[in-house]
């Protein structure tokens, strides 16, 4: 987007309220880089956020047709409150020993036995390694996962759903999770709290 540069002196009378947005949408490259760092620092502490790899060698498989469905998971255990990566994969074939399977995105969708929706959504694929999702499970019990992996038209190509048994966690366990849930709270909005700081200044020193 161009930048509208607002004229001064006897050309044109231009009200302070443009000339605030002008500063603001001209600031430095060092204070735009510090606000994309909070945004990013949110996106990771509640995450949509993709990597690219089973993280460990625990995985579901299931057969579509000629396609085998394959989807890792980390930790090898389901606990409430805690994170679990999903990484999904589609082959040709048998998982490891096909060939990797082309696919637009992946649908993914998280139930309960009370037909209750955590998760809806589509994940579009990583051109390295898997497409993941980061999700926490908000309570112990029987849940499902439904992964269907789709063309660039929305067609399903492999449908598959697995069943998810989520254990308690300890006390000790809910406790830290919510304390660092709260401590990474206030890290983001410290942050971003800096991040208004300096752009007011930085305005308030330029009039």
Known sequence: MPVRRAYRGSEIAVPRTIRVYNRTMTLDVRLRAL????VASAVVLYPTSLVLAHSSGVSWSARDGEYTIDVGYEPESFVEG????????????????????PFSHVWVRITDTGGNTFVAGGIWKQLYGPTTLIFVFPSPGSYLLEA??????????????????VERAAASGVLSGRLGVFLSGLLVGALGGLVVSLVSARSRRRY
């Open 148 to 165: 269907s992996y789709r063309d660039e038209e929305g067609n399903d190509i492999a449908v598959a759903t697995f069943p998810v048994s």
């Open 35 to 38: 606000l994309w760092a909070a």
């Open 82 to 101: 805690r994170h679990t990566r999903f990484d999904f994969l589609l082959w040709e074939g048998e998982a490891d020993t096909g060939t990797p399977a």
